[in-house]
C-alpha cells in the first residue's frame, strides 16, 4: 500500500467511478472526429486502464494495490453498463452513439459537418478509399460511430452529376462559370445545370461551383 492507509481504496473507487463517468461524458460531445476504429465507450476504457497501469508503474507515491484496484472498478464498471447497454437500448445509443446520415443522394445533409464536427476533407479521403470519385456515385454514405464512413453506391445506368473529390479537381475553383454546364456547390454537393453566371446555390446559399463530373464509380 505504500504506507497509504486501507480506507484509501474506498476513496480509490470513488475516484475512479467520477473520472470514468467525467471521460465518458467528455469523449461522447467532444465528437468522433480522430477517434477511429474504437467506440467511445471503449476510448475511455483504455484511457482509464492506460493510466491506472501506467501510474504506480511511474510514481513512487502511487502504490501498487491501489492501482490494482482501480483496474478491477474499471472493468466491473465495463461489464456492468454492457449489460446494462444489452437490456436498454436508450443507454445503448447514449454511450455508444448511433450512425448519421451524412450524405443522401449525392449531397450532404445540411449542416451535418458542423454538427459532427467533421472537415470535408475527412469525408472525401474515406470515399476515396471506396474508389469513389465524386459524390455523384453515392446514394448514401454513414459516419458510423467508430468516426469510419460507410457508403451505398448508385447503380453505374443511374449515376448523375456530382461534386468531383479527386484533389486536382476539388482544389481547382472555378473563377469563371460556362453557361448550361452542369456545377455542383462545393459546400453541400448540390448540382444543377447553370442558366446565370451568378447563381447562388438553392439549396445552402453558397455560390462557389466546382465543374460536375458523371464518371461511373470502377471498383
Request: charged share 20%; proline share 3%; aromatic share 10%.
Amino acid at each position: 500500500m505504500n504506507e497509504l492507509p486501507f480506507s484509501f481504496l474506498l476513496e480509490v473507487v470513488f475516484r475512479v467511478a467520477v473520472m470514468f463517468l467525467v471521460l465518458l461524458i467528455l469523449l461522447r460531445f467532444a465528437g468522433k472526429r480522430g477517434v477511429k476504429q474504437l467506440s467511445i465507450f471503449e476510448m475511455v476504457i483504455i484511457i482509464a486502464l492506460g493510466s491506472a497501469a501506467g501510474d504506480p508503474m511511474l510514481y513512487e507515491n502511487v502504490g501498487v494495490v491501489p492501482g490494482i484496484v482501480v483496474i478491477i472498478v474499471v472493468i466491473v464498471l465495463y461489464r456492468i453498463i454492457t449489460m446494462l447497454a444489452v437490456k436498454i437500448k436508450p443507454l445503448e445509443r447514449l454511450i455508444e452513439g448511433e450512425p448519421k446520415l451524412i450524405i443522401e443522394n449525392g449531397e450532404f445533409v445540411l449542416n451535418i459537418l458542423d454538427k459532427e464536427n467533421l472537415a470535408a476533407d475527412e469525408v472525401f479521403s474515406q470515399l476515396r478509399l471506396k474508389s469513389v470519385e465524386h459524390l455523384g456515385q453515392v446514394k448514401y454514405a454513414y459516419l458510423e460511430t467508430t468516426g469510419d464512413i460507410s457508403a451505398f453506391f448508385v447503380e453505374d445506368e443511374q449515376v448523375g452529376y456530382g461534386l468531383p473529390i479527386r484533389p486536382e479537381l476539388f482544389y481547382e475553383t472555378c473563377n469563371e462559370l460556362t453557361l448550361d454546364t452542369y456545377y455542383s456547390c462545393a459546400s453541400c454537393g448540390h448540382s444543377v445545370h447553370l442558366q446565370t453566371a451568378n447563381s447562388i446555390c438553392g439549396r445552402c446559399g453558397k455560390k462557389e461551383w466546382l465543374k460536375s463530373i458523371n464518371t461511373i464509380r470502377i471498383s
